[in-house]
C-alpha cells in the first residue's frame, strides 16, 4: 500500500517517495509491518505524508529511530495534547546522559512538529510543548550532574547552613514559554546565598561548585554529538555579560541590576522565569527584582531608550536587508514583541496585568486597558499567529535556526502546503498583508519627539569657533587650552568641515558633528599631548561621517569618550584600529569588560555562543563575527596593558589564547562546511582525526598585536577512507579541501579585515609538500629527512586545535623526536650557522648603525640569539633531561634548564630578564606603530648578558668582538 499523495504538491512527491522508501528499508521486519499496516488508516496516512514531505528533519529522525513513532502511536501521545515528558532513562554516567536525553529530545520534538504540521496543536500549544521540553530536559541534567558533582565536592550549603540548589532562569522565548522549534534558550544561573559545600571530598566555596555545576550543565545541553544537540544555550543576558563570571547568588544579581542595569536589561527581564532548579527561591528573586522591571511612575527616560530601541531596529532592517527574515525584518515576530514590551515597560509598574510574560495575553490586556484599538490588536494577534507558524515550518524542514524565508522551490512548496496555501505567491500574499499590518503600528508606537533636548556646552567658544570658521581664533583658544600641534589641528578641523562629505551630510548628522567636537576637544585637554591625541582620533571621526550613530554613543556616554581620549593617547595602533572599524567603539561602553579579559575558557565559550546566533548557512556572518571577536578581544588586551591590569607575559598568553580559540571554530566551521557537503568519514564519530600546529610565536604562546600564524595540519585518516555523502570523496581529498577551506576563512579580507594571515611554510618540504599531512608522513619526513632548523621549530611546536587523541600522538612524537641522541658539536656548528644566515638576510640594513640602536629581534645579543640557545640546549639535553621537552615557550624552557642544572640561577635569571625586557619593548613598540629598535642605551646591560652567554655556549673559544 503507498502513502496518499494527491493533495501533495507535485514539487514533494518524489521526496515523499523515496523517504517512504528509505524508512521501509531501515526498519525491521515487524516495524515494516507496522508502517505498512498503518496506511489503512486514512487520516493516519495523510498526516504521514505531510510529515514525510514537509520535514527533512522528522523524516531522518524516523529513518534513524523507525520505533519512536510506534512508541508515540501506542501510547497515544500523537493525539494527546499535552505529554507528562516521562524520562524512563536511568544514565549511569555523563555520556549515558547526554546520549538519553538527545534521543528524549528527538522522540517529543518529531511528537511536536507532528502535531504542529498537522494542525492538530495551535500555535500557543506548539510553543508551550516546547519550552515544557526544555524544561524537563534542564531539570533532568542538572538533577544528574547535581547529585554526581555532590560525590566529589560535598553538598553546597549556606553559612546559616541551609541547603542550597542552582536557579535556572529562563529568558526570551523559553521564559515565555514562547519557544520555536529549534530556537536556542537564553539562561541565567544563579543560587541563593554563598556558602560552602559540606560532605565531599573536597570542601569548595558554593560560587564554584555552581559554576562548574553550570557547565557541565551547559556541555550536556549544547554540544553537538553523533546522537545531535538537545538545545543551544545562550548565556550572554547574565548580568556583566560574557566578561562576568558564569553564576553569582542573589545578593549580587540584585546589587547588579540595581546598580548597573540598563534600560535594555529590563526589557529582557520582561519574559524571566525559573525554569529549573530551585524554582520557588527563583520566583522570590523575580519577584524582588520587580521594581527595577516596571517603574511606578512613566519613565521618560525608557521612552528615548524604546525610541533609540526601535531605530536600531530600523537601522539593522536596512542594514543587513532582512526583508526575507519573519523574524527581524520589517513587519516580523520582533516588531509584534517590541510593540508588546514597549507598554509593558512604560505603564506595567501601574497596571499590574501587564507584569506578564506571554505575548499573546499582554495583547489582550492592552485590548482591556484602552491602550490599543480592537483593530490593531486584532492584526497584531493575526500577524503574531501567522509569523509564528510559519516560522516553525521553516525549522521543520532542518531543525536549522532560521527565519529566512526559503529560495529553494521544494522548501517554498512544504512551507506554503504546510500554511494551507494552494502556491507559493497565494502564501506570499497573505504574509505580505501580515507583514504591512505590523509595520504600520510599529512605526506608530514611540514616535519620534518633535524637539530635541537642549545641547549642553562646552565651557570654551569651541563652538562658535567652528561654526564660523575662524581659523586664527581657533589656533589661539587651542594653544590657550594647551594643546600642542595647535596649527595643524584647527587646519584639519576646518578642511574636514568644510569638505564635501560633511556639506553632503543631512541636517541631523552635522549637528551631532558639531555637538560632537567641542566634547572632543574639552576631552583632549587631559591628553598627555592633547593635539597629538585629537589628531589621532580625528581619522575615526572622518571614517564615521556617514555613520553619526558613532557620534551619539560618545555623545551620549562620556565614559566611552574619556575611555578612547585615554586610549589613543597612548597608542596609535588602537587608534588606527578604531578609525578602520569604528563598530569595536561599542566595546568603550562597558569599562568593566574593556579592562579586563576572560580566560580561555571563557573566550571559547563566549566566541561558540555568538556563533550559535547565527545560522549554519550563513557563512559570511559568521566569518565576521570571527573578525569582530578577535578585533575586540585584542583591543581588550592593548587596553588593558596600557592601563596596567595586564602585564606583559599574560599580554602574549591572551593574544594566543584569542588565536587558539579562533582557530578550533574555523576549524569546527571548516570541517561542518565539508561535511554539508562530502558527508562523513568514517571513524570520526567521537572525535576529529584533524590536528592543527601552531609553531613559532604561536607554538610558544608569544604572540604580539599583528602577528601572523605559522601553521601545519597534519590529520589521520586512512587513505582509503570515503565520506558517506551524495557527493562522497575520498579521505585525501577531504582533508586538502578542509585545510584549503580553513586558510581561506583565515585569509580572507571582508569588512572587518582578515582573520590571520596563516603561513604554511614550515610543513614538511615547505610550498612544495602537501598542504595537509599524515601522521605517518610527518613521522618519516622528521626522522628521515627533516633538517636542523626544522627541529629547532619543532620546540616550539604544539597542537592547537583539533581531535585531544592526535594532539597526545604529536605531542609524544614531538618529545621523541626533540629527544633524539645529536653530536653537539656538530648540532652547535648547525644552529649557529643558521643564526649567521638569518641575521645576514634579515638585519643587514640595521648593522651600519649598530653603535647607536639596538634591533630588538634579530640585532646580536637580541630576542632570537635567546630562542636559538635554548632551541640548541633542547636538542642536545633533551636526550638526558626529558623534561626540556614539556614546555613551548622560552621562560619555562629556561627555567627547566636551570632546574636540571644546566644553567646557573644566575645564567637563568640573566636570560629571562633580557628576554622579558626585549618582549616589553616590543609591545610596546606595536602599540606605538614603532620598528622593534630602541637606543641600545637603554638595553646595553641586557644585551651584554645575552652575549656572554652566546659565546659561552655557542661559540665557545672565539673572542667576543662585539661592542659593549
Not at 553559612?159 to 540548589?165: A, F, N, T, V
Not at 509564528?388 to 529566512?404: F, M, N, P, V
Not at 640602536?853 to 645579543?861: A, D, H, N, P, Y
Amino acid at each position: 500500500m503507498a502513502l496518499p499523495v494527491d493533495k501533495v504538491p507535485e514539487c514533494l512527491r518524489e521526496d515523499l517517495a523515496s523517504n517512504w522508501q528509505q524508512l521501509i528499508e531501515a526498519c525491521n521486519d515487524e516495524q515494516r509491518a507496522w508502517y505498512e499496516a498503518s496506511l489503512a488508516d486514512a487520516a493516519f496516512a495523510k498526516r504521514l505524508s505531510r510529515v514525510l514531505a514537509s520535514s527533512q528533519a522528522g523524516f531522518e529522525i524516523l529513518r534513524q529511530l523507525p520505533q519512536v513513532l510506534i512508541d508515540l502511536q501506542s501510547s497515544g501521545e500523537l493525539d494527546a495534547p499535552q505529554s507528562d515528558f516521562a524520562f524512563s532513562a536511568q544514565p549511569a554516567s555523563a555520556a549515558e546522559l547526554d546520549k538519553a536525553l538527545r534521543r528524549f529530545r528527538n522522540y517529543h520534538w518529531l511528537r511536536i512538529v507532528w502535531r504542529d504540521l498537522n494542525r492538530l496543536a495551535d500555535t500557543s500549544q506548539t510553543t508551550k510543548d516546547l519550552s515544557l521540553l526544555a524544561d524537563h530536559c534542564l531539570q533532568i541534567a542538572l538533577d544528574f550532574h547535581h547529585a554526581d558533582l555532590a560525590l566529589e565536592w560535598g553538598e553546597p550549603h549556606s553559612r546559616s547552613g541551609e541547603p542550597q540548589r542552582l536557579v535556572v532562569i529562563a529568558m526570551g522565548k523559553l521564559g515565555a514559554c514562547e519557544l520555536n522549534l529549534s530556537s536556542d534558550i537564553d539562561l541565567i544561573f544563579t543560587y541563593p546565598e554563598s556558602g560552602e559545600t559540606v560532605g565531599g571530598v573536597r570542601q569548595v566555596d558554593n560560587q564554584q561548585f555552581f559554576i562548574k555545576l553550570g557547565q557541565r550543565l551547559i556541555a550536556s545541553l549544547d554540544q553537538r554529538t553523533v546522537d545531535g544537540f538537545v538545545f543551544r544555550m545562550d548565556m550572554r543576558l547574565r548580568p556583566y555579560g560574557q566578561s562576568g563570571p558564569l553564576v553569582i547568588n542573589f545578593d549580587a544579581m540584585e546589587e547588579y541590576y540595581q546598580d548597573q542595569g540598563r534600560e535594555w536589561e529590563r526589557y529582557a527581564m520582561i519574559k524571566a522565569r525559573a525554569v529549573a532548579g530551585d524554582i520557588a527561591s527563583g520566583e522570590r528573586l523575580l519577584a524582588d527584582l520587580k521594581p527595577f522591571v516596571y517603574r511606578r511612575y512613566i519613565d521618560f527616560s525608557v521612552i528615548e531608550a524604546l525610541r533609540e530601541m526601535k531605530g536600531m531596529i530600523r537601522r539593522e532592517v536596512k542594514r543587513r536587508q532582512l526583508q526575507d527574515n519573519i523574524k527581524l525584518g520589517s513587519g516580523g515576530i520582533r516588531e509584534v514583541e517590541f510593540i508588546a514590551q514597549c507598554f509593558q515597560l512604560v505603564r506595567g509598574g501601574r497596571e499590574p496585568a501587564l507584569q506578564e510574560r506571554r505575548l499573546l495575553v499582554v495583547l489582550n490586556e492592552l485590548l482591556e486597558l484602552e491602550q490599543l484599538p480592537v483593530e490593531a490588536v486584532q492584526e497584531l494577534t493575526a500577524a503574531y499567529n501567522f509569523l509564528r507558524d510559519s516560522e516553525h515550518a521553516i525549522q521543520a524542514w532542518l531543525d536549522r535556526q532560521t527565519q529566512h524565508l526559503p529560495r529553494e522551490p521544494r522548501e517554498r512548496a512544504a512551507l506554503a502546503w504546510v500554511m494551507g496555501f494552494d502556491n507559493w505567491a497565494a502564501y506570499e500574499a497573505a504574509l505580505q498583508q501580515h507583514r504591512e499590518n505590523v509595520a504600520a503600528h510599529f512605526e506608530a508606537v514611540i514616535a519620534d519627539p518633535e524637539e530635541s533636548d537642549e545641547i549642553e556646552r562646552s565651557e570654551r567658544p569651541w563652538e562658535d569657533l567652528l561654526q564660523n570658521a575662524e581659523h586664527a581664533a581657533l589656533v589661539a583658544e587651542l594653544e590657550d587650552a594647551g594643546f600642542d600641534e595647535a596649527e595643524e589641528v584647527a587646519r584639519l578641523t576646518l578642511a574636514m568641515l568644510d569638505g564635501g562629505t560633511v556639506k553632503r551630510m543631512q541636517s541631523i548628522g552635522r549637528e551631532r558633528l558639531y555637538d560632537f567636537l567641542p566634547r572632543l576637544l574639552d576631552a583632549c585637554v587631559d591628553a598627555e599631548l592633547p593635539g597629538r591625541c585629537y589628531l589621532r582620533i580625528l581619522p575615526l571621526v572622518e571614517s564615521v561621517l556617514r555613520r553619526t550613530a558613532y557620534l551619539v554613543l560618545l555623545i551620549e556616554n562620556p565614559g566611552a569618550l574619556s575611555r578612547l581620549v585615554r586610549l589613543c593617547d597612548a597608542s596609535p595602533w588602537i587608534s588606527r584600529q578604531l578609525a578602520r572599524n569604528p563598530v569595536l567603539l561599542d566595546e568603550l561602553l562597558n569599562e568593566h569588560s574593556l579592562f579586563s579579559v576572560p580566560d580561555k575558557e571563557g573566550l571559547y565559550s563566549e566566541l561558540r555562543q555568538q556563533l550559535l546566533r547565527i545560522p549554519e548557512e550563513d557563512q559570511e556572518a559568521q566569518m565576521e563575527a570571527l573578525r569582530y571577536f578577535k578585533l575586540a578581544h585584542i583591543l581588550r588586551v592593548a587596553a588593558s596593558e596600557i592601563v596596567g591590569t595586564l602585564p606583559l607575559m599574560k599580554v602574549s598568553d591572551y593574544l594566543s589564547a584569542i588565536a587558539e580559540v579562533v582557530l578550533s571554530h574555523v576549524l569546527e566551521l571548516a570541517w561542518q562546511d565539508l561535511q554539508a557537503r562530502h558527508g562523513n568519514l568514517p571513524g570520526c564519530e567521537s572525535e576529529l582525526p584533524f590536528v592543527v600546529v601552531g609553531y613559532g610565536k604561536l607554538g610558544g604562546l608569544e604572540l604580539s598585536y599583528g602577528s601572523d600564524l605559522d601553521l601545519v595540519f597534519i590529520h589521520d585518516v586512512e587513505s582509503t577512507a570515503v565520506t558517506d555523502g551524495k557527493r562522497p570523496v575520498d579521505a585525501a581529498t577531504f582533508v586538502t579541501r578542509l585545510g584549503q577551506r580553513m586558510i581561506h576563512i583565515l585569509n580572507a579580507t571582508t569588512g572587518l579585515g582578515q582573520l590571520y594571515e596563516a603561513d604554511m611554510r614550515l610543513r614538511p618540504s615547505g610550498n612544495s609538500g602537501l598542504l595537509v599531512a599524515s601522521f605517518k608522513a610527518f613521522e618519516e619526513y622528521q626522522y628521515s629527512n627533516a633538517w636542523t632548523w626544522e627541529h629547532q621549530a619543532l620546540v616550539r611546536a604544539r597542537v592547537v586545535a583539533g581531535g585531544e587523541g592526535l594532539a597526545k600522538r604529536f605531542a609524544e612524537l614531538r618529545a621523541a623526536l626533540l629527544a633524539k641522541p645529536r653530536d653537539e658539536e656538530t648540532l652547535r656548528k648547525e644552529v649557529v650557522e643558521m643564526r649567521d644566515r638569518m641575521r645576514e638576510h634579515l638585519s643587514g640594513e640595521s648593522s651600519s648603525k649598530k653603535n647607536e640602536s639596538f634591533e630588538l629581534k634579530q640585532g646580536l645579543g637580541g630576542i632570537v640569539d635567546i630562542e636559538f640557545m635554548v632551541q640548541y640546549a633542547v636538542l642536545a639535553q633533551a636526550c638526558r633531561y626529558p623534561s626540556l621537552t614539556r614546555y613551548t615557550d622560552n621562560i619555562r624552557i629556561l627555567e627547566s634548564l636551570q632546574a636540571e642544572g644546566l644553567l646557573s640561577e644566575a645564567q637563568a635569571l640573566a636570560l629571562i630578564d633580557a628576554y622579558k625586557t626585549f618582549r616589553s619593548f616590543v609591545h610596546r613598540s606595536s602599540l606605538q606603530e614603532e620598528k622593534g629598535v630602541v637606543p641600545l642605551a637603554e638595553v646595553m646591560e641586557q644585551r651584554q648578558r645575552v652575549l656572554e652567554q652566546w659565546q659561552h655556549w655557542m661559540t665557545p673559544g672565539e673572542a667576543n668582538n662585539e661592542i659593549s
